[in-house]
């Protein structure tokens, strides 16, 4: 057959993806046949891509044909480079589910090269092994076996071998298996080998074939060199299988001892059983035992400590030579460990020739094991608890001066109109000022709201359908007070506009914008855009405040309003300019409130709101009060009720009465206890105002409310995941004696609902100065709700914290919570509530264990801060809460114990010592009496000892 014959066929068959018969027909090639066919492989590869099933998406051949394109370059390229080149092309990098070329077929095709050829292409193939999962490793080790030759010192190539699938009387194996000590990765490939219930392939075949002493020296080499345990897994347990004797491992002792103190833990629980049944001396024993307690597993710690005992049980006078292991041993995390080490250093002491290294570790044991070191060898030690003191219960300072803080505002951002930016404090104090100062210079205060609210709040301002934070409100006021009735009303209640628009601007001031540079159908395309802008803007006004047309470019404005202004009826004649914000040329609008929906609202936050709706709507009427009757006294929002009598004279004198709301907030800032003295006072006024305030100091203000909290299931009744931490909190109240006042008969209502609308928090505790527990129900709800984050922060703790008044359920939820997610940032509210008397400390202590148990918020880091918290000053209160914990929080029957729960045990142990604390409580009497002897079992049985000593 020619030559040209010859590559016609070959590209037959290739096009055809007959590997089959490629393999057959390639090796029969003489070099000129070859020579020709090697030069149309790279048009061959051309047309393959060209001839890709439709919907291929990129550049990459299937499998059938990345297999023939192999076989033709490999079989046909002259030299062994090249064709390693060739087979490692990008273009046969088939992903893994387009399947793999066939090894088998593609050696047939290149058996008819020489042998020193193809071993030479094996060779090459081999080194260039990246990864276990390379495409080219099972080629690689066919062409390997094919060639007979030893494959090269690669240690990528060991862990693709080890990984590939086996192969009977494998001729690579007595070349690499030796290597597997050595090359990286091996371990990992071979993690997955088991001992039982027989040894897997590779643990077998390694203990067979290779002699025992390589095996041994093999897997400590490894053991030396480190990894993480996956990687030394299979060494672990081919060094179990082949089992070394004593006197094979008497020779490897040292290298033995190196590995007990940082060696991952399966490999050093393996050094130790080799190390315990050797004969060591006194220095190896020591070390030995000085790894094991260094060590952070419990089970290693424990098993040093007991070879510890024994060892000391035939030679006590020994025990100084341990001293380093045993204050390890006092630092460990583990509760066993500890109490361990401690309980061996009391029966050895009488050998201790120096105590001071066993005093100066005892700090770091919990107070309670310390004791006894204590006791033991610190001579004239008492142990006595000194507290620290509890801060001062101090009055907060006076509230800023009200004349100053309008000019204040300018240097805080109030340029812009957020007045409220300066808290709660700044916000009143602001009103305050800006209502005296209406009444008594009204020009000078235009002239300052005029440069601090500019006019270019306008169009986001009153285009928004409701005011949902308090700086809206300041701003809305500001502008009324500068330009009175230019508030046009929420785009819903404007009336409809003849060609003025209703964008701010007329027809006629819009003249002359141009398109230059669009063609017909740009043009027309433009037109239909924007069609689309002017019809969202008409149906969804809820865009105009996200998307203000006065930030749009100036061409963008004019072509909007145009368009706008041709959809009204273009044969109605020009209407009269009008200005949006001129309430002499605008039409009135329909009636309107810009109050949120009271059912999408939190209590508080509505009463506050209204609050500054009704300033506002005065503000409109021209009916502004001389004064504020509201206004606090001091920073944490109290009212003196001396001021508030003082300020209902000022607004009788004035002939107007306050504002309603105004005076109902002020009535919750007054000291609620009755004062039949300030009654008979404020009545003598002879004011309507004045007789609502005669009428509150005479019966005082009325009852904190009495909370109920309603958990619901978060116990595992979710699909019976007992895992399940999704518990919520229903925080409900009795109903309040109404007081006659409807929005503050409101304010003391539980809501029926949920809202998370609450954008003014911070101003409640400030609202309600003397009802903490008021402020802190309101904050609750929806703070555990299993699903939503929640809104607080730990300044709405400290609020609550700085608040007077009882303190109950609502409280002590809020204070569980921040323990647990803030740790120590709750001491100080915790111990602020202390001094004043006012901590809930029960309650506190039996939420901190449901809100373990039933929600996703762990009392664990809570621990180290009731801790902290005891140790300045409030032990008796923090013994009150982890006594309610403890009944909360220890695992009942058929409850698995975990370490938080010993922890908690063993605090509370020490903070007993602490407080002198007496009284059994069930749960831990019930642990104490159990069988065993779990770290939870003996740290019940302490405390339950000590809480039942005798007097």
């Not at 058996?111 to 030479?120: F, I, L, Q, T």
């Amino acid at each position: 057959m020619t030559i040209d014959g010859v590559r016609t066929e070959i590209r037959a068959l290739v096009l055809d993806h007959d590997a089959e018969g490629l393999a057959g027909r390639l090796p029969r090639l003489t070099d000129a046949e070859r020579a020709a066919v090697a030069a149309d492989a790279p048009g061959l590869l051309a047309v393959l891509r060209a001839n890709r099933p439709a919907g291929w998406d990129t550049l990459d051949l299937d499998a059938v044909a990345a297999e023939v394109l192999m076989m033709v370059g490999a079989a046909t390229l002259p030299g062994p480079a090249g064709a390693a080149t060739w087979l490692m092309r990008r273009d046969f990098n088939l992903p893994r589910w387009a399947g793999a070329p066939s090894p088998h077929r593609v050696v047939r095709a290149i058996s008819g090269r020489p042998a020193s050829w193809r071993a030479d292409l094996a060779v090459r193939l081999a080194r260039r092994v990246r990864r276990t999962d390379d495409r080219i490793v099972p080629l690689a080790l066919e062409l390997l076996r094919d060639a007979d030759v030893i494959p090269p010192d690669h240690e990528p190539l060991v862990a693709a071998w080890l990984s590939a699938a086996g192969v009977p009387g494998d001729p690579l194996t007595p070349h690499l298996l030796p290597k597997i000590f050595d090359a990286a990765g091996a371990g990992r490939a071979l993690s997955g080998e088991t001992l039982t219930p027989e040894p897997s392939h590779w643990l077998a075949l390694t203990a067979r074939t290779l002699p025992r002493e390589q095996v041994i020296d093999g897997c400590v080499s490894r053991f030396l060199r480190g990894g993480d345990v996956r990687d030394l897994r299979f060494f672990v347990r081919l060094h179990t299988l082949v089992a070394p004797t004593p006197q094979e491992s008497a020779g490897r002792l040292r290298d033995y001892l190196r590995l007990l103190p940082v060696a991952p833990g399966p490999v050093a629980e393996l050094a130790w059983r080799q190390v315990r049944g050797a004969r060591l001396d006194p220095a190896d024993v020591a070390e030995a035992v000085e790894a094991m307690t260094f060590r952070q597993e419990t089970g290693l710690a424990v098993k040093g400590l007991t070879w510890l005992d024994r060892h000391l049980g035939e030679h006590p006078e020994r025990v100084s030579d341990h001293v380093t292991a045993l204050t390890h041993a006092y630092g460990h995390a583990a509760h066993e460990v500890r109490d361990r080490a401690v309980t061996l250093t009391l029966k050895h002491a009488a050998h201790l020739t120096d105590a001071a290294p066993i005093l100066e570790a005892a700090e770091l044991l919990p107070p309670a094991s310390a004791r006894r070191l204590f006791e033991r060898f610190a001579e004239g030690w008492t142990g006595d608890f000194t507290p620290g003191r509890l801060p001062e219960t101090t009055v907060p300072g006076p509230f800023p001066n009200v004349d100053a803080e309008l000019g204040s505002f300018s240097g805080s951002g109030a340029e812009s109109g957020r007045s409220a930016e300066a808290g709660w404090i700044g916000v009143e104090a602001w009103l305050a000022a800006v209502t005296r100062q209406a009444y008594t210079d009204p020009a000078a205060l235009k002239r300052t709201l005029a440069r601090q609210f500019g006019e270019e709040l306008r169009p986001v301002l009153y285009d928004m359908p409701e005011w949902r934070s308090p700086r809206d409100w300041c701003t809305a006021l500001a502008r009324e007070l500068v330009n009175p009735g230019e508030d046009p009303g929420p785009p819903d209640a404007r009336p409809p506009r003849r060609r003025a628009s209703s964008w701010g601007t007329t027809s006629d001031q819009r003249t002359g914008a141009t398109q230059a540079g669009l063609g017909d159908l740009g043009q027309t395309l433009y037109d239909s855009m924007m069609n689309v802008a002017v019809t969202a803007y008409e149906l969804f006004p809820g865009l105009r405040p996200l998307f203000p047309l006065h930030e749009m470019p100036d061409s963008f404005q004019e072509q909007f309003l145009r368009t706008a202004d041709s959809r009204t009826d273009p044969h109605e004649p020009e209407a009269a300019p009008e200005d949006l914000y001129d309430p002499r040329t605008r039409p009135a609008s329909a009636p309107w409130s810009r109050l949120p929906p009271s059912r999408r609202c939190a209590h508080p936050d509505l009463f506050l709101l209204s609050r500054l709706d009704e300033l506002l709507r005065a503000a409109k009427a021209g009916t502004l009060p001389p004064l504020l009757l509201a206004t606090p006294t001091r920073a944490d929002g109290h009212l003196g009720p001396e001021t508030l009598l003082d300020r209902l004279i000022v607004c009788a004198a004035s002939g107007r009465e306050p504002l309603p709301l105004d005076l109902q907030q002020a009535l919750l800032r007054v000291p609620p206890g009755p004062s039949p003295d300030l009654a008979e006072r404020a009545r003598a006024i002879g004011t309507a105002a004045a007789a609502t305030v005669a009428h509150w100091f005479g019966r005082g203000a009325p009852p904190s409310p009495r909370v109920e909290l309603t958990w619901s299931p978060g116990d595992g009744t979710y699909g019976g995941d007992a895992r399940d931490r999704r518990g919520s909190v229903q925080v409900s109240w009795e109903p309040i004696p109404p007081t006659g006042l409807a929005r503050l008969d409101t304010l003391l209502t539980a809501p029926r609902t949920i809202s998370f609308r609450r954008g003014s928090r911070e101003f409640w505790p400030g609202m309600t100065p003397h009802h903490r527990e008021l402020a802190a129900a309101h904050l609750a709800i929806g703070l555990i709700d299993g699903y939503h984050l929640p809104q607080l922060t730990i300044d709405d703790l400290h609020a609550l914290a700085q608040a007077e008044g009882t303190s109950g359920p609502a409280t002590a939820l809020i204070l569980a919570y921040f323990l647990t997610l803030e740790g120590d940032e709750a001491v100080p509210p915790l111990l602020r509530l202390a001094a004043k008397d006012a901590l809930p400390a029960a309650e506190t202590g039996r939420l901190l264990g449901l809100l373990d148990r039933r929600t996703r918020f762990p009392a664990g880091p809570a621990l180290p801060s009731l801790e902290l918290a005891a140790r300045q000053g409030a032990h008796a209160e923090v013994w009150t809460i982890l006594r309610h914990f403890l009944a909360a929080f220890l695992p009942g029957e058929g409850e698995r114990a975990q370490r938080p729960h010993t922890d908690a045990v063993v605090l509370a142990t020490t903070i007993a010592t602490w407080a002198g604390a007496r009284g059994e409580i069930a749960e831990v009497a019930a642990h104490a009496k159990r069988r065993g002897s779990t770290s939870l079992t003996r740290a019940c049985r302490s405390l339950h000892e000590f809480l039942t000593r005798n007097p």
